[in-house]
């Protein structure tokens, strides 16, 4: 069991943990200390001083000096620190120099862009004064919602965001989304009742929540809960808690570096030793065993590994995500699995009209042939439905002369995706409203489940609008009733219903076979609601200039419309990019707060099984040990009714299994989870938290932009592979090469300053040329790579046909030369540019470990052609100019050692790739094939 989980359980399991929806008014009273007319402000202020402000933890930004220390972080650079220091003990300043310089490099990098990024987070936070109603001294005051306390009487209104957790005492219409906190979308309606002690936070109706948002009516409610006492504040306190795990590529280059420092330290002390038994000088072997370290050690790795990472953030910026963290980068391509909240993940976080039954055949299963899709009676009956919505609805438009792709709606979301179905089927909401004004309302309230309103009837052509049977005659009193509902109570209340321009009775097989329209409905993840109308009500009952809520008796005998099914939908994207995960391996998981019924739909609409036993629910996961969890969560597809510990035991849970975890979300309720996954992703849109806490964050909200992101991560490390690959096939070949001279008794066949120069000049640019590979066209058909090893089964094998057949050509060269040529320096300098420019050629081969180079488009990378070219330019220098020749020990070459120079780098090359075919791709189909 990880820490965080164990300190959650702690906090869940605290005895002073008050219950207060299990609570009575007068009980609640009295544990707050308050009444209901609220505190006295001096008695306000004394607990503001006691208990402090109520405000979250504000976690301080990293400052630059810490983000650059950060960079320093690496096994590598440890080595290579080392390696300066016995340079420097030596007195060898220019190596020193060299590897300095190296290590200087990297983090520079590395700094600028964590910089950068964190910069680009900060800017993304908006700082927003919060104000709050509150009864103090008797009367209603507004102040800064950080002076609350607890037992203040709050009040909150439609448009309201929550200030403090708060127990409610009065309820007017109320309703609340909690999506920040449970994530759910769908409005929360609330109440005063008493509800049972073990009702799960996403149920708990009597109690309003830090960060939500009122949508409809008013209510009053007692704080009981302010700070990092809130719900939202145990969030940011777990948040704080969660320790950061290493990411794949850290674990993978420590282990690197720990083998890699393994052996060069054996080589160096064998050879340290074997010298000194063979009588040669003391001092003399030590600077020998620093030339093998240092021929051993890819000086230009630790840069390249940083300009891959950098330039990796920088592809995925293109692609609308910004990385936060450097080595977070590569950590996407490592991705198993991807752990999504639903609402504004995959959906697009709004309410929206998914199905409408009206008409004989779609609500009441009259077969008979008669209607269809196309007759003008259909089109009335779904024309009347939207129109009841219309009416029966208290959405508002913020900017109504803007474009309809630009509106501002607001209100209840149910409302607001009923008057833009509305509006998208061509009704004009001004016309309607003109020739039908608003005279009644009876509200909606969480007992009753439904709303009405009457409106007057206009002019005779409204009327012949409004089908019904008997006269057609209009009275001056006449009027009409629009309502929606819960479907059980709408058809309760109605004794015909209208299809296809006919009203008909609704008998009891028909009142059956729409309660399984809309049971179907609901099982479909759909938010039913039931529409009706009432036409030839008197209105003369009701005020002239003041709205007055409707009479009761006027809501029987209703004419039962039809059923409109409401959804959040899922983006238009998530499927093609769901689709794309399963191809590359990795598994997608959704973790919601929404119902099981819910989530389930959304699964399989975007091509996940979902099947029953594969859904677990946050009462099944409270009843389940970790051990238990451990063993099942690779089989299950989605966790719904969840709470921010749950899903922290899940992202462990899989982490267990050797998972490594992208978790995605936008609220509140992400932000734990999100630090503890191996890379947390978060939206733009969500919550200041989430985003201040993820590794990641998707700039324009697109589940597809996580995939895009997972293929560069990949591409990353596959460039990673290819500059190690590069880098330590030179290096191989330069240790066998001088292990072998010192063996035989030879002298050094390249000076240490030679090897230096090759590690890090002239390799140096093909290296990091290298990191601009554009990725190969097969990346996302591999399956995920495992957590631990950088060097795999055919870098190996590549490494060693590189390492010995460049050795075998350069040893025959070494020893036909040292036979002929009394010049030891000429003999160095060949073989140092014969090392140099096969490096040239070899590079080349390293475009694709999978395929061989005749298969490989060579020019995608014309920055690696230049680079060679650069680096051949630089090779000439080292031989030609004065000042590096005093430096490096070099002479000028003739024309007859540049041809033997190219003629080995040519064969070496074809050499290398025969072996590739044979030991890698030869075996890599034929294990395809099986």
């Known amino acids: 069991m990880t820490k965080e989980v164990q300190k959650i359980k702690k906090t869940e399991t605290k005895p002073q943990e008050k219950l207060w929806h299990s609570f009575n008014i007068e009980k609640v009273l009295k544990e707050a200390g308050t009444k209901r007319e609220g505190l006295k402000n001096k008695e306000a202020l004394k607990r503001l001083k006691h208990d402090g402000p109520n405000k979250l933890p504000n976690p301080k930004p990293l400052s630059g000096l810490v983000i650059f220390l950060n960079q320093f972080r690496s096994p590598l650079v440890y080595i290579l620190l080392i390696a300066g220091i016995v340079s420097l003990v030596l007195k060898e300043f220019i190596d020193m120099s060299i590897i300095l310089a190296a290590v200087f490099l990297n983090t520079t990098v590395g700094f600028i862009q964590e910089y950068k990024a964190n910069r680009a987070i900060s800017h993304l936070k908006k700082l927003i004064q919060r104000k709050a109603k509150v009864l103090r001294d008797g009367g209603e005051v507004e102040i800064d919602a950080s002076q609350l306390v607890v037992g203040d009487i709050i009040v909150i209104e439609e448009g309201d965001r929550v200030p403090a957790d708060a127990r409610i005492i009065e309820s007017i219409n109320f309703q609340v989304v909690e999506a920040a906190l449970t994530g759910e979308s769908v409005p929360s309606e609330k109440a005063v009742k008493i509800l049972d002690k073990g009702k799960p936070l996403a149920d708990r109706e009597n109690m309003i929540y830090m960060g939500t948002n009122a949508t409809r009516g008013r209510g009053r409610a007692v704080v009981c809960a302010v700070g990092v006492k809130t719900e939202l504040g145990k969030i940011a306190t777990l948040v704080k808690e969660i320790e950061e795990e290493k990411t794949p590529l850290q674990i993978k280059l420590a282990h690197f570096s720990k083998l890699l420092g393994i052996i060069v330290l054996g080589i160096s ?22 030339a093998i370290a240092v021929a051993a050690i890819p000086e230009g790795l630790l840069v390249s590994v940083t300009v891959i990472l950098a330039i990796g953030m920088q592809r995925i910026l293109k692609k609308k995500a910004l990385v936060r963290k450097l080595i977070a980068a590569e950590t996407l391509g490592s991705t198993t699995v991807i752990a999504s909240d639903k609402t504004g993940t995959l959906t697009e976080g709004r309410m929206q009209v998914g199905e409408l039954l009206a008409g ?20 009335k009956s779904h024309e009347l439905a939207l129109r009841t919505g219309l009416l029966c609805n208290n959405a508002v438009v913020e900017n109504p002369k803007d474009d309809l792709k630009d509106w501002s709606v607001i209100g209840d979301p149910s409302e607001v995706a009923l008057l833009l179905a509305a509006i998208h089927s061509g009704l004009n909401k001004e016309q309607v409203l003109k020739n039908n004004p608003r005279v009644a309302e009876y509200p909606f309230d969480s007992e009753r489940k439904f709303m009405a309103t009457l409106h007057q009837v206009a002019n005779p052509s409204t009327r012949r609008s409004t089908p019904r049977s008997g006269s057609s005659t209009l009275r001056p009193t006449e009027g ?13 209340r109605s004794e015909s219903v209208q299809v296809d321009g006919h009203v008909k009775h609704l008998s009891p097989e028909m009142r059956k076979v729409v309660k399984a329209r809309y049971e179907k409905m609901t099982r479909q993840g759909l938010r039913v609601l039931g529409l009706a109308y009432k036409i030839d009500v008197d209105i003369s009952k009701y005020g002239k200039n003041k709205l007055e809520e409707l009479d009761e008796k006027d809501l029987e005998g209703l004419v039962f419309l039809g059923l409109v099914g409401l959804r959040d939908p899922v983006r238009s994207e998530a499927k093609g990019a769901i689709e794309l995960c399963r191809k590359a391996g990795i598994r997608p998981v959704i973790i919601t707060g929404d119902h099981k019924l819910t989530a389930q739909a959304v699964a399989r609409e975007i091509g996940i099984k979902a099947e029953a036993k594969a859904i677990l629910s946050g009462e099944d996961l409270d009843k389940m040990k970790d051990k238990d969890l451990v063993k099942i969560v690779k089989n299950i597809d989605i966790f719904a009714r969840v709470s921010p510990h749950h899903k922290l035991r899940i992202i462990n849970a899989l982490q267990e299994n050797g998972e490594v975890v992208a978790m ?11 630090k503890a996954a191996d890379i947390g992703i978060a939206l733009g849109s969500g919550t200041d938290v989430t985003k201040g806490t993820a590794d990641m964050v998707l700039m324009d909200d697109n589940y597809k932009t996580i995939v895009a992101a997972v293929a560069q991560g990949r591409i990353i490390f596959d460039n990673i592979k290819k500059v190690i690959l590069y880098l330590l096939s030179d290096s191989f070949s330069e240790m066998i090469l001088i292990a072998g001279a010192l063996l035989l008794g030879l002298p050094l066949p390249v000076t240490a300053a030679q090897i230096l120069w090759i590690n890090l000049v002239t390799d140096g640019f093909p290296n990091v040329a290298l990191t601009l590979e554009p990725g190969e066209k097969d990346i996302m058909d591999e399956p995920p790579r495992k957590k631990k090893g950088v060097l795999d089964t055919e870098m190996k094998v590549l490494i060693f046909i590189i390492g010995i057949v460049t050795d075998l050509f350069l040893f025959g060269i070494y020893f ?4 002929r040529d009394a010049n030891l320096v000429h003999i160095q300098t060949l073989i140092f540019t014969t090392l140099a420019v096969d490096s040239l050629f070899f590079v080349f081969a390293c475009k694709s470990i999978r395929h061989t180079l005749f298969s490989t488009r060579i020019f995608n990378n014309m920055w690696l052609i230049g680079a060679v070219l650069v680096a051949f330019g630089l090779q000439l220098i080292a031989v030609y100019v004065p000042f590096f020749q005093k430096i490096l020990g070099t002479i000028p070459l ?35 094939l099986t």
């Open 360 to 379: 004989a055949d779609e609500l009441c299963g009259e077969k008979d042939g008669i209607f269809n899709t196309k007759d003008k009676h259909w089109i």
């Open 269 to 290: 002390l064998a050879i340290f030793v074997l010298g000194y038994f063979r009588g040669e000088p003391l001092f003399e072997m030590f600077e020998t065993a620093v």
């Open 664 to 674: 995605t979300g936008d609220g509140v309720n992400d932000a734990p989870a999100i």
């Open 816 to 819: 036909y030369l040292l036979g």
């Open 480 to 492: 009409l009733i629009a309502t929606k509902g819960a479907p059980e109570q709408i058809l309760e």
């Open 894 to 928: 003739k024309a007859e050692d540049w041809i033997l120079v190219a003629v080995v780098g040519v064969v070496n090359i074809i050499a290398i790739e025969i072996g590739k075919y044979i030991f890698i791709v030869r075996r890599r189909h034929k294990r395809e």
